[in-house]
């Protein structure tokens, strides 16, 4: 399985960006993290392939948007009203299984090779 991302940019603050990451294979669900310099990895969101709803990070509810493409195998994330510290790579990831929380991180087993956002004040 692999993921593929892009969609990432300059981007000045209170503006809005789109990513988005394409796999080859079938998994259970699809995350977005992040990590800026010094700081850990942070999830973003999730979203089943087949049914459930997306989930968020508390710092993104309501300016974040996961989606999916089922046909393109393609997940999305709408990114609005962006804010300096949301700059950071973004990195797309794939879980294979149910089992496992989607927003910890250890529990996805295919990662993309990130995407960087970077916002200006």
């Known amino acids: 399985v692999q993921l593929q991302a892009s969609g990432g940019g300059l981007v000045q603050a209170g503006g809005s960006l789109g990513l988005s990451c394409a796999i080859s294979?079938?998994?259970?669900?699809m995350g977005w993290f992040r990590q800026a310099p010094g700081k850990e990895r942070e999830f973003v969101a999730a979203?089943?392939?087949?049914?459930?709803?997306?989930y968020y990070a508390d710092s993104v509810k309501g300016r974040f948007t996961i989606s999916r493409d089922n046909a393109k195998n393609t997940v999305y994330l709408q990114i609005n009203s962006l804010k300096p510290e949301d700059t950071a790579a973004y990195y797309c990831?794939?879980?294979?299984?149910?089992?496992?929380?989607?927003?910890?991180?250890?529990?996805?087993?295919?990662w993309g090779q990130g995407t960087q956002v970077t916002v200006s004040s």
């Open positions: 990831a794939a879980k294979k299984t149910f089992y496992g929380a989607l927003y910890s991180g250890t529990e996805y087993d295919y």
């Open positions: 294979g079938r998994t259970y669900a």
């Open positions: 979203i089943p392939w087949s049914g459930g709803s997306a």
